[in-house]
């Protein structure tokens, strides 16, 4: 992995978007502009690996497919939190029949983006009934553009639009455990909710929480660095001592971890935002380098110092 290395991008970190780390993506090819950065990731998840980790009583996470997936298993069959890419379909099924023959009856979204809902139709042919925020269905319906990604999404097939559509909270029970669904209001998108699996205090926060990377911001389907500093804040707020985060992408971790996450962005913000007060335009700002003092943890992946100087620029 020399060469993925001196491009900035480590091993582990590949895992985190469900690149095969034998792929190697430098920045110049990840954003070229015969591919782009979806069609690039998703040739790219087609060789990846899942891979398995149990959490918390009958709680595992799947990683490998874009977003992290959550599985919870009983005698209510698979509920699964996200859908990863299409092109996984061979590996996550996979991965799910070696923990266990169990069929799978539900599916959540944890906001649109593709990387976390590409799955829903096949899930959905399997079995899944998909339950997300109205604001999910809404953009999964119509071609939806996302000026970050310079990608334009088709409509998504009927099949894999969320059945169960809710408003601010929703409730279930499966397989002995109460999950409470929730709103952010807008924060990476406007569709991001969390899943409390609350008899285990396990939260899958999606997008909200970027373990140990600089995240995207959906400037075009309602995000913004003040939203998603409000979500950070949420997920703090919210947290005992013994709550495990599931994280859109990254590695799982607890309370300390994600406040670490919310301080990141909370500096950077206020440091790009005194920068432009001054009347600096975006270039000035990148060349004063605001992210410098985060940029060893944080900038290593698709998401670069300049590029999320930029993201959080646009909304200050």
Same mark, same amino acid.
């Given at each position: 992995?020399?060469?993925?290395?001196?491009?900035?991008?480590?091993?582990?970190?590949?895992?985190?978007?469900?690149?095969?780390?034998?792929?190697?993506?430098?920045?110049?090819?990840?954003?070229?502009?015969?591919?782009?950065?979806?069609?690039?990731?998703?040739?790219?998840?087609?060789?990846?690996?899942?891979?398995?980790?149990?959490?918390?009583?009958?709680?595992?996470?799947?990683?490998?497919?874009?977003?992290?997936?959550?599985?919870?298993?009983?005698?209510?069959?698979?509920?699964?939190?996200?859908?990863?890419?299409?092109?996984?379909?061979?590996?996550?099924?996979?991965?799910?029949?070696?923990?266990?023959?169990?069929?799978?009856?539900?599916?959540?979204?944890?906001?649109?983006?593709?990387?976390?809902?590409?799955?829903?139709?096949?899930?959905?042919?399997?079995?899944?009934?998909?339950?997300?925020?109205?604001?999910?269905?809404?953009?999964?319906?119509?071609?939806?553009?996302?000026?970050?990604?310079?990608?334009?999404?088709?409509?998504?097939?009927?099949?894999?639009?969320?059945?169960? +559509?809710? =408003?601010? @909270?929703? &409730?279930? %029970?499966?397989? !002995?455990?109460?999950?409470?669904? *929730?709103?952010?209001?807008?924060?990476?998108?406007?569709?991001?909710?969390?899943?409390?699996?609350?008899?285990?205090?396990?939260?899958?926060?999606?997008?909200?929480?970027?373990?140990?990377?600089?995240?995207?911001?959906?400037?075009?389907?309602?995000?913004?660095?003040?939203?998603?500093?409000?979500?950070?804040?949420?997920?703090?707020?919210?947290?005992?001592?013994?709550?495990?985060?599931?994280?859109?992408?990254?590695?799982?971790?607890?309370?300390?971890?994600?406040?670490?996450?919310?301080?990141?962005?909370?500096?950077?913000?206020?440091? +790009?935002? =005194?920068? @432009?007060? &001054?009347? %600096?335009?975006? !270039?000035?700002?990148?060349?004063? *380098?605001?992210?410098?003092?985060?940029?060893?943890?944080?900038?290593?992946?698709?998401?670069?110092?300049?590029?999320?100087?930029?993201?959080?620029?646009?909304?200050?």
């Amino acid at each position: 992995m020399r060469n993925a290395e001196s491009n900035g991008i480590s091993r582990r970190l590949f895992a985190m978007a469900g690149l095969s780390a034998g792929t190697l993506l430098t920045r110049r090819s990840l954003f070229a502009e015969e591919s782009g950065i979806v069609p690039t990731m998703v040739n790219a998840t087609r060789k990846a690996k899942i891979r398995i980790y149990p959490i918390r009583r009958n709680i595992s996470v799947l990683e490998g497919s874009g977003g992290n997936i959550a599985v919870l298993t009983g005698r209510d069959g698979k509920l699964m939190v996200d859908a990863g890419f299409a092109v996984s379909r061979p590996a996550i099924s996979s991965a799910l029949l070696s923990i266990n023959s169990d069929p799978i009856k539900h599916l959540i979204n944890t906001h649109w983006h593709t990387d976390h809902t590409d799955g829903n139709a096949w899930l959905h042919s399997s079995g899944a009934a998909i339950t997300a925020h109205a604001n999910t269905r809404k953009h999964l319906a119509v071609a939806t553009r996302v000026e970050g990604w310079a990608y334009t999404f088709p409509a998504a097939p009927a099949g894999a639009l969320p059945v169960k +559509v809710f =408003a601010a @909270k929703h &409730e279930m %029970r499966v397989n !002995d455990t109460r999950l409470l669904l *929730k709103y952010y209001l807008p924060a990476h998108t406007e569709s991001d909710i969390s899943v409390n699996f609350t008899d285990t205090d396990v939260v899958h926060v999606g997008d909200t929480w970027w373990n140990g990377v600089y995240p995207f911001i959906d400037y075009s389907t309602g995000g913004s660095i003040d939203g998603t500093i409000r979500a950070a804040e949420a997920n703090v707020a919210a947290a005992t001592n013994k709550t495990i985060f599931i994280p859109g992408h990254g590695s799982v971790g607890g309370k300390s971890d994600v406040a670490e996450f919310r301080d990141m962005l909370v500096s950077i913000r206020e440091r +790009v935002a =005194a920068l @432009k007060k &001054e009347g %600096r335009s975006l !270039d000035e700002v990148i060349t004063g *380098k605001p992210t410098e003092a985060f940029d060893a943890k944080w900038g290593q992946f698709l998401i670069t110092p300049a590029m999320f100087t930029g993201l959080v620029y646009a909304g200050v």
